[in-house]
T-cell receptor, first 113, second 112 residues
């Protein structure tokens, strides 16, 4: 079974540009979650999508947005990039069950210069 | 919302000894508590989880205990090996809320 795949692996952008990160969940998983992991810090919740709808949002500005497609893959967009947006962005997927765990991808390392 | 605190932030143990990482949570409605291991350059990997109707769960050298009254849970690793060196995260999830709230992580170093 293929795991959660994220692309690209690394991304370098200039301050003020836009970044688009992509995630393909495990087959059969309908929920996709995005987390930001800044260097040396923990995982901060960004967004949760399920069945194509945004279900929950973390404490991040509106320039962080995303969507989920009919095949349950997801995209995270970050507009007007700032230097502090440099981080590892992790995508995870799960079945729609409270007692099921997440499966994470390996992440996209975003560097803003 | 849920708040999860984790300690210690760093832990070094001799190979073969045991390691214990502790977490506390704030939301009494939380009912699912997974632990993740993150190796350098990789995403977190689920290693064990426990639900609120269970007090303890074991999987080979790894065990997790849950004290619902005190609202804390712990990860126990016995007979530690060099490959156990990683960052470990605890997390909690409230009933009806799919979002996991993570602790701040523990960097575990196994000393050969």
């Amino acid at each position: 079974e293929a795991g959660v795949t994220q692309s690209p692996t690394h991304l370098i952008k200039t301050r003020g540009q836009q970044a688009t990160l992509r995630c393909s969940p495990i087959s059969g998983h309908t929920s996709v979650y995005w987390y930001q992991q800044a260097l040396g810090l923990g995982l901060q919740f960004l967004l949760w999508y399920d069945e194509g709808e945004e279900r929950n949002r973390g404490n991040f500005p509106p320039r962080f947005s995303g969507r989920q497609f009919p095949n349950y893959s997801s995209e995270l967009n970050v507009n007007a990039l700032e230097l502090e947006d440099s981080a590892l962005y992790l995508c995870a997927s799960s079945l729609k069950q409270v007692s099921s765990g997440y499966t994470f991808g390996s992440g996209t390392r975003l560097t803003v210069v | 919302g849920e708040n999860v605190e984790q300690h210690p932030s760093t832990l070094s143990v001799q190979e073969g000894d045991s390691a214990v990482i502790k977490c506390t949570y704030s939301d009494s409605a939380s009912n699912y508590f997974p632990w993740y291991k993150q190796e350098l350059g990789k995403g977190p990997q689920l290693i064990i989880d426990i639900r609120s109707n269970v007090g303890e769960k074991k999987d080979q050298r790894i065990a997790v205990t849950l004290n619902k009254t005190a609202k804390h849970f712990s990860l126990h690793i016995t007979e530690t090996q060099p490959e156990d060196s990683a960052v470990y995260f605890c997390a909690g999830r409230s009933f009806g809320n799919e979002k996991l709230t993570f602790g701040t992580g523990t960097r575990l170093t196994i000393i050969p």
